[in-house]
């Protein structure tokens, strides 16, 4: 909670009520939850054909009225349920039914993300005027992008008992790093600062730096909350499962 007369309320509201751009994912993410099992009996009862040209008509809509014309304000930039179902839908398709885009080797895959990051960067840096449009969540690029980032980590096989205890705090990360009242008073002006003030590889080295200290105080804070968690959680289940066995 923020404390002073500047206060806004989706400064002080919790992640589930407010309007807060970032948070809206979260939202969306919950309702998707809710239709998926809908959606995976559609994908059960359908034939191939039709579930490829349901997703092909979703995203000639989507690419028409929510990125190029911004005129389907329901898509909300990408922090939809609608856009997520699309991505949920593309998502099993490539899983059904693989084919030769799908089922490249790793190293491909990673070539093909970064050649499209690239490929952002340049057009972004010689046509700002578009540079948004370019870099927006309803992109074509960005999406072909996310699918082959996907696939890749898709593809590999290891398994590590460290990063398996890291990644259960990345829900925590994401809430602290775009937390309005953290985001817009500290760290935007923190990295504003590193940008203005060091140049070239010194900048990336002291913005990696502020991103490695983020995460870490992220993941440390909510391990700290899993462990009071555990805490409260078994006394209560103790005095309650002694209650009612008396």
Same mark, same amino acid.
């Given at each position: 909670i923020a404390i002073g007369k500047s206060m806004k309320s989706e400064r002080i509201s919790p992640f589930w009520? %407010? +309007? &807060?751009?970032?948070? $809206?994912? =979260? *939202?969306? !993410? @919950?309702?998707l939850m809710i239709i998926a099992p809908l959606m995976n009996l559609y994908v059960e009862k359908t034939s191939e054909?039709? /579930?490829r040209h349901i997703i092909i008509y979703f995203y000639i809509f989507q690419t028409i009225y929510g990125w190029l014309t911004h005129s389907a304000v329901?898509? %909300?930039? +990408? &922090? $939809?349920? @609608? $856009?997520?179902? +699309?991505?949920? /839908? @593309?998502s099993r398709y490539i899983? /059904? !039914?693989? %084919? *030769?885009l799908t089922t490249l080797s790793k190293k491909n895959d990673i070539i093909i993300f970064i050649s499209i990051i690239l490929l952002q960067a340049i057009i972004a840096y010689f046509i700002p005027s578009?540079? +948004?449009y370019i870099m927006h969540y309803l992109s074509p690029l960005v999406i072909i992008s996310t699918i082959y980032l996907f696939l890749f980590f898709s593809k590999l096989n290891f398994t590590n008992v460290f990063i398996n205890e890291i990644a259960l705090s990345s829900f925590a990360v994401f809430l602290l790093h775009t937390n309005p009242n953290l985001c817009n008073q500290y760290f935007k002006p923190l990295v504003i600062y590193i940008f203005e003030s060091y140049n070239g590889i010194e900048c990336l080295i002291y913005i990696f730096i502020f991103l490695l200290v983020i995460f870490a105080a992220s993941v440390i804070i909510d391990r700290m909350r899993l462990s009071l968690w555990k805490?409260?959680? $078994? %006394? =209560?289940?103790? *005095? @309650?499962y002694d209650k009612y066995n008396r």
């Open positions: 009520v %407010n +309007g &807060y751009q970032p948070f $809206s994912a =979260i *939202k969306a !993410y @919950l309702c054909k039709q /579930l329901f898509f %909300n930039d +990408g &922090y $939809s349920t @609608l $856009s997520f179902m +699309g991505i949920y /839908l @593309l899983h /059904l !039914y693989p %084919n *030769k578009i540079g +948004g805490i409260s959680w $078994s %006394n =209560i289940f103790e *005095k @309650l």
